[in-house]
């Protein structure tokens, strides 16, 4: 029996990117026998790369123009955009939004005003799909895989909202009583922690590498609390520990999952 | 400066108007006559006595009532029969022509005639989607039958996705100022058949690293 155990990369492609990526997502997902889906994703999914569509979404909506919201994607410093302003990828949409220009005809204009000009079709167009990938993304989330597992009681999930046109995410952060609520359960485990300590180590030495090292660290130390910002420094070692022996990670970030989770005796898979 | 000469007839005192006008409901410019989808029902009542309280139309009266709801009973005052309602419904009672007549050219095998009111539909789409202001949900199926003409890059769409235009069409004429969220519930039916519900640059931004 094959199972998997999906991560918040391939949970994002399967309900965010619709089309080839979402397609590959749930090829691997569905061929499995069994995949699971730790909660950690979920909360990983919606403060990360959902908090980003929320964000472009809520560009559109306070601009209600297509080449302001663009302007906002070149200047916004948000990691997960940073790759895409030096990609073709706004340029290639921006080129999308001049070919269109032509088909709009001006009495469309002088007889329905703003709503007919091109920037605000686009943007309009644009907007409305955007609503519809995040909230369908939203409601599926406990629906792709067989089963949801790990669940996280300092973790509200609160729904998404609508309210003046803006998307509200509600609560993003844990809210631990005392401390996160993973950390009991990995504090079981002190060789595990250990020996991801030590692939962390090894990793090259960005940002988020020393602060999964330092949180590692620490749980190692019983009087520490681990706190929610801990918790979410954990990352890609999360997955590591808490897949299943006899599952498979499924990820499209191999590169920085494979150590971890080798380290630990799991294995690694692409879709 | 000389008065304009007098040259226009009254329509209604003319004789041979009376006798012969129907009204029609297909574009002017159509070589195919399109029908209501409603047609066959009788006329109803559209409007509401203006000083008539809103609060004589209850949920009780209603129900006992046998007769048949108005349009301004069933929708809020304020929105139906803006200019872009009327315009809407208008235009999508030649969409949905369209597609009848799209799916009845298949049946014959007339692939190109088929083709030719599928071009027809699509070129209304931009019109239909400037009528966005009745809400999101109408905006939402308008942009997804335009992103999925367009993913079809020319291709005539086959018998299941043209069915599938003509049951999103008729939804939207048949509630036109529904929600999102039940716009949303409805992108399944065109995304079985095939047919991309989004813009296809904006897919491929979303999907770049």
């Known amino acids: 029996m094959t199972r998997v155990f999906v991560e918040t990369t391939v949970l994002a492609d399967a309900l965010l990117k ?27 999914f919606k403060a990360g790369p959902l908090h980003h569509y929320v964000w472009f979404h809520g560009k559109l909506v306070t601009t209600q123009s297509w080449s302001k919201t663009l302007e906002q994607l070149r200047k916004t410093a948000m990691s997960s955009f940073k790759a895409r302003w030096v990609s073709t990828s706004v340029e290639a949409l ?35 799909a955007l609503r519809s990938i995040i909230m369908r993304g939203w409601k599926g989330r406990r629906k792709l895989t067989t089963r949801v597992i790990h669940e996280l009681e300092c973790y509200p999930e609160d729904e998404l909202r609508e309210d003046r046109g803006l998307i509200e995410l509600g609560e993003t952060d844990c809210h631990p009583k005392d401390e996160c609520a993973l950390a009991s ?9 250990e020996a991801l300590q030590n692939a962390v180590e090894q990793q090259p030495s960005k940002p988020e590498n020393q602060k999964r090292l330092q949180t590692l660290r620490e749980l190692r130390r019983p009087s520490k609390k ?27 970030n191999e590169r920085d999952l494979r150590p971890l989770a080798e380290a630990v005796g799991k294995t690694v898979q692409t879709p | ?15 041979s108007w009376q006798s012969t006008y129907q009204p029609k409901l297909s574009v002017s410019d159509s070589a195919t006559v399109i029908e209501s989808p409603t047609s066959k029902k009788p006329a109803v009542a559209v409007t509401t006595p203006a000083g008539l309280p809103l609060t004589q139309v209850t949920k009780a009266s209603v129900a006992s009532s046998p007769r048949r709801l108005t349009q301004s009973e069933l929708y809020p ?55 966005r202001s009745l809400g999101d949900g109408f905006g939402t199926l308008v942009a997804a039958l335009s992103s999925g003409l367009e993913a079809l890059n020319g291709d005539t ?5 043209i069915q599938a235009f003509k049951r999103v069409l008729t939804l939207l004429w048949e509630k036109p100022f529904l929600t999102a969220d039940e716009a949303d519930s409805h ?23």
């Open chain 1, 185 to 193: 359960r990995l504090r079981r485990e002190p060789k595990q922690l």
């Open chain 2, 187 to 209: 992108l399944p039916l065109l995304e079985s058949v095939g047919l991309s519900v989004y813009p296809a640059d904006l897919l491929d931004f979303l999907a770049s690293d």
């Open chain 2, 157 to 161: 769409p086959n018998q299941h996705q």
């Open chain 2, 77 to 131: 005052v304020r929105h139906a029969f803006a200019p872009q309602h009327i315009a809407a419904l208008r235009l999508l009672t030649v969409a949905i022509g369209r597609c009848e007549h799209a799916l009845a050219h298949l049946k014959d095998g007339q692939k190109m005639k088929a083709d030719t009111e599928i071009q027809k539909l699509q070129v209304l789409l931009p019109e239909l989607f400037c009528c």
């Open chain 2, 1 to 15: 400066m000389a008065a304009q000469p007098a040259n226009i007839t009254d329509i209604s005192s003319h004789a």
């Open chain 1, 226 to 252: 681990l706190s929610s910002s801990q918790c979410r420094h954990l990352g890609d070692a999360v997955f590591a520990f808490f897949c299943p022996q006899d599952a498979t990670i499924l990820t499209t």
């Open chain 1, 18 to 44: 619709p089309g080839v990526r979402a397609k590959a997502a749930k090829d691997a997902i569905n061929a499995a026998d069994e995949s699971l889906l730790p909660v950690y994703a979920i909360k990983e």
């Open chain 1, 94 to 128: 921006e080129a999308a939004a001049v070919k269109n220009r032509p088909v709009r005809l001006k009495q469309l204009v002088e007889k329905y005003g703003a709503d007919a000009t091109e920037d605000r079709t686009v943007c309009d167009r644009y907007r409305l």
